[in-house]
């Protein structure tokens, strides 16, 4: 069963929420808050497994939120829920620490899909919205606090440095003159030098560090 938090200054969506989230049996709602610092103060006596986080809020917002709950309650998942598409919050959120970022026209099946994932460790983005989680300095990336860096070719920490600025494999391929399958195989590699599970999460490593 994983317990959870919602948090939204909206009583008309937490309300929907927790109707709907009451039809999953593995999922249950432990507590309501209307902004981060009640989330906060919930904290202190529930013991959720994840909070279901809207980004603007009043008194304090889902990214202040998600940022002292990180620090305080590291073991508590963030997701965030939020109708707000904006490059900054993205990339605000999961700077701060938030397992995902999601909108809150996502269907309910994928919701709930996320939830599961997200208590699991995967990152959970909105479809739509890589983009913004991929737009990394590129002069940031020369040397990561990433465990298994330092065993990258500097081939590999080429397509990394592509990786961060968007490029899919095909494109990554063109620029350096290489197969799309090489990529690939590279790119398999490096994730697993790096004890990383997916580009996804390589992305969001990258965009902690700046």
């Known amino acids: 069963m994983i317990e959870l ?8 969506i937490r309300r929907g929420l927790k109707a709907l989230l009451k039809t999953d049996p593995e999922i249950s709602v432990i507590g309501e808050a ?3 610092a009640s989330c906060l103060q919930l904290l202190e006596s529930l013991h959720p497994d994840l909070i279901l986080m809207d980004i603007r809020m009043p008194i304090m ?6 940022k002292a709950i990180h620090a305080q309650f590291p073991h508590v ?10 490059r900054e919050y993205v990339q605000n959120a999961l700077r701060a620490g938030a397992s995902g970022y999601l909108l809150k026209d996502t269907p309910f099946e994928e919701l709930t899909q996320a939830i599961r994932l997200a208590q699991k460790g995967y990152m959970q983005i909105a479809p739509g919205l890589m983009n913004h989680i991929l737009e990394v300095a590129p002069q940031s990336i020369e040397k990561p606090e990433l465990t298994g860096w330092d065993d990258l070719t500097p081939r590999d920490r080429e397509i990394v440095q592509l990786v961060a600025q968007g490029l ?8 350096l003159f290489l197969s799309e399958k090489t990529v690939k195989n590279r790119l398999t590699n490096i994730l697993s030098c790096l004890s990383l599970r997916d580009r996804t999460q390589l992305a969001v490593r990258l965009l902690k560090k700046y």
């Open 5 to 12: 938090i919602l948090a939204d200054d909206q009583d008309l």
């Open 34 to 36: 209307v902004n981060g």
């Open 61 to 66: 917002d889902g990214v202040a939120a998600t």
């Open 77 to 86: 998942k963030v997701l965030i829920l939020t109708t707000f598409a904006d």
């Open 168 to 175: 899919n494999n095909r494109e990554i391929a063109e620029t």
